[in-house]
């Protein structure tokens, strides 16, 4: 069974472009998160989709956008990118079950560098 | 809002046991996660709990005091490759639906 895939692996932006990072998640998995992980800090909850829907987001501009497409895949926006934008940022999937005891599946993530 | 707290960096010996304790603050609790990450990889689910006690598997075990607001993950028997960093997040219910906040990680190193 393939695991939550994301692509591109690396990604090269100048400050002002956008930038699209994309995931699928495992098959059977409804719900996506986005998480960014700055170089030594804790993953800052980005984004969380089900069943198409964005259900809740974190504390970040709305420059930071994404969906959910039918196939449950997701994207993810960040327009008029900054510099500490730079960061890696992680997909994960899980079961769209309230209260499940399911931990989230992560991809390998995109590391995105802005110049 | 949320706050979760846990140590920078920890060293113990292989053969060791280790404890990380994770100290959180939020309302609208919905469980408890652990998580290890190796450098340059993501992070894997290693446990969940949601009521009181221990939940042990394997070398591993996670212990929950929700009236205290804490864990800890135990590590037993410690190996080189559990040299990585530990993950405590917590799963709260907001006016958004639920969302899983990450600690910042305790990074653990194994000496031979």
């Known amino acids: 069974e393939a695991g939550v895939t994301q692509s591109p692996t690396h990604l090269i932006k100048t400050r002002g472009q956008q930038a699209t990072l994309r995931c699928s998640p495992i098959s059977g998995h409804t719900s996506v998160y986005w998480y960014q992980q700055a170089l030594g800090l804790g993953l800052q909850f980005l984004l969380w989709y089900d069943e198409g829907e964005e259900r809740n987001r974190g504390n970040f501009p709305p420059r930071f956008s994404g969906r959910q497409f039918p196939n449950y895949s997701s994207e993810l926006n960040v327009n008029a990118l900054e510099l500490e934008d730079s960061a890696l940022y992680l997909c994960?999937?899980?079961?769209?079950?309230?209260?499940?005891?399911?931990?989230?599946?992560f991809g390998s993530g995109t590391r995105l560098t802005v110049v | 809002g949320q706050n979760i707290d846990q140590p920078t960096e920890m060293t113990a010996t292989e053969g060791a046991i280790v404890q990380i304790n994770c100290t959180y603050q939020t309302s609208g609790f919905n469980g408890l996660f652990w998580y290890q990450q190796h450098a340059g990889e993501a992070p894997t689910f290693l446990s969940y709990?949601?009521?009181?006690g221990l939940e042990e598997k394997g070398r591993f075990s996670s212990f929950l005091s929700r009236s205290k607001g804490y864990s800890y993950l135990l590590l037993k028997e410690l190996q080189m490759k559990d040299s990585a960093s530990y993950l405590c997040a917590v799963r709260s219910s907001d006016t958004g639906g639920f969302k899983t906040i990450f600690g910042a990680g305790t990074r653990l190193f194994v000496k031979a």
């Open positions: 994960a999937s899980s079961l769209g079950l309230t209260g499940s005891s399911y931990g989230y599946t």
């Open positions: 709990n949601v009521l009181d």
